[in-house]
């Protein structure tokens, strides 16, 4: 079965950085593009970042560009996410997933952003 298993999160205050991992098993890692999500507390879930299988084109939102970096090992089948400069409104529970819509995700790890 697809299973992912996110964590890194943490508290942080504002300005602060996390590094998110995310440790993908039962699906064929190598060709899978792979997405980072978030969902705050009474919103939608958000697709903030995005990368090909061979990890040379990378997607963020507008959310997070210019803030984050996102990475893979294919090796170990890890997803990475980078988070700086993090703002309150960075607060989330945050996902990884290979579908578009973040259908199918792990249980997250919780990054919470406050002074």
């Known amino acids: 079965a697809v299973q992912f298993e996110e964590s890194g999160g943490g508290l942080v205050q504002p ?17 899978s593009y792979m997405y980072w999500f ?13 990368l090909n299988a061979e990890g040379s084109i990378p997607y963020y939102a ?11 090992n294919n090796v170990q089948k890890r997803l990475y996410l980078t988070l700086n400069d993090l703002k309150p409104e960075d607060t ?21 952003v406050s002074s």
Do not use: H, N, W
């Open 92 to 112: 989330a529970m945050y996902y990884c997933a290979k579908d578009y819509v973040g259908a199918t995700r792990g249980r997250g790890t919780q990054v919470t």
């Open 15 to 31: 300005g602060g950085s996390l590094s998110l991992t995310c440790v993908a098993s039962g699906f064929d890692f190598t060709l």
């Open 62 to 72: 507008d959310s997070l560009k210019g803030r984050s970096t996102i990475s893979r």
């Open 38 to 50: 978030r969902q705050a507390p009474g919103k939608d879930l958000e697709r903030v970042a995005g």
